[in-house]
C-alpha cells in the first residue's frame, strides 16, 4: 500500500524551514527518505524504525510517531542545496516490498 | 566508497525489440531490487531477488520482465517486446538488509522505446 505524502510541492527561501510528511493507514515496519536531484539517482537520507523515533541532526532530521503510522522529515534553516525530490518509501511487513511515495518536490530559492 | 554500477547509461531501442539493462550491485550486499521511473513520477518498485530467486515482484513485472542473476557479480533485467509505455528509467539498489538497511540506488539506465 503506497505511503501518503504532504505537500506535493513546497517552495522555501534560503534559511527557511519545512516539514514533509508520509503517512500511512496502517503501522509500517519501517520508513526510509531519500532525496532525489533531477536526473540522479534517489539518495538514502535515513530510516526510522521504532515508535517514537526521531533521528537526524540538527539540519534534517526525521520522526516516526509511536502507532508507527506517520513520519515527518524536517529540514532546518534550508539551503540551496537541499533543492530535490523527496520520498519516503515504506515497508508494511518484513517479506512486502519498499514503496515509495509519490514524492514532495521541494525547491529552495535565494 | 562502494557503490551500484549500471549500464548503459542510455538505451534507445526500437519498439518490439529485446533490452537488457546490467547492474552490479555491492559486492556484500545480498538483495537485489528493480525499480523504474516515469519521467516527473514516482519510483515504481519492479522485483526483488535474494538467494538467486525473485522474493517479490509486482504487477508491472509480467510476462514481459525477467531478471537473472548470470555470473555472482552481475544481476540483469530483461524486457521482451519491448512498448512505447516501457520508456523511463531504470533504477537497480542493493542492500545487505531488507528492512534494516538502506538501499544503495545506482545512477539508472534512461530507456528510450522508438
Known amino acids: 500500500q503506497q505511503p501518503v505524502q504532504s505537500p506535493q510541492a513546497v517552495i522555501l527561501r534560503e534559511g527557511e524551514d519545512a516539514v514533509i510528511n508520509c503517512s500511512s493507514s496502517k503501522a509500517l515496519y519501517s520508513v526510509h527518505w531519500y532525496r532525489q536531484k533531477h536526473g540522479e539517482a534517489p539518495v538514502f537520507l535515513m530510516i526510522l524504525l521504532k515508535g517514537g523515533e526521531q533521528k537526524g541532526h540538527e539540519k534534517i532530521s526525521a520522526s516516526f510517531n509511536e502507532k508507527k503510522q506517520q513520519s515527518s522529515l524536517y529540514l532546518t534553516a534550508s539551503q540551496l542545496s537541499y533543492s530535490g525530490t523527496y520520498f519516503c518509501?515504506?515497508?508494511?511487513?518484513?517479506?512486502?516490498?519498499?514503496?515509495f511515495g509519490k514524492g514532495t518536490r521541494l525547491s529552495v530559492i535565494a | 566508497e562502494p557503490e551500484v554500477t549500471q549500464t548503459p547509461s542510455h538505451q534507445v531501442t526500437q519498439m518490439g525489440q529485446e533490452v537488457i539493462l546490467r547492474c552490479v550491485p555491492i559486492?556484500?550486499?545480498?538483495?537485489f531490487y528493480w525499480y523504474r521511473q516515469i519521467l516527473g513520477q514516482k519510483v515504481e518498485f519492479l522485483v526483488s531477488f535474494y538467494n538467486n530467486e525473485i522474493s517479490e515482484k509486482s504487477e508491472i513485472f509480467d510476462d514481459q520482465f525477467s531478471v537473472e542473476r548470470p555470473d555472482g557479480s552481475n544481476f540483469t533485467l530483461k524486457i521482451r517486446s519491448t512498448k512505447l509505455e516501457d520508456s523511463a528509467m531504470y533504477f537497480c539498489a542493493s542492500n545487505r538488509d531488507r528492512g534494516y538497511q538502506p538501499q544503495h540506488f545506482g545512477d539508472g539506465t534512461r530507456l528510450s522505446i522508438l
Open positions: 518509501g515504506t515497508y508494511a511487513s518484513g517479506n512486502t516490498p519498499l514503496v
Open positions: 559486492s556484500n550486499h545480498l538483495y
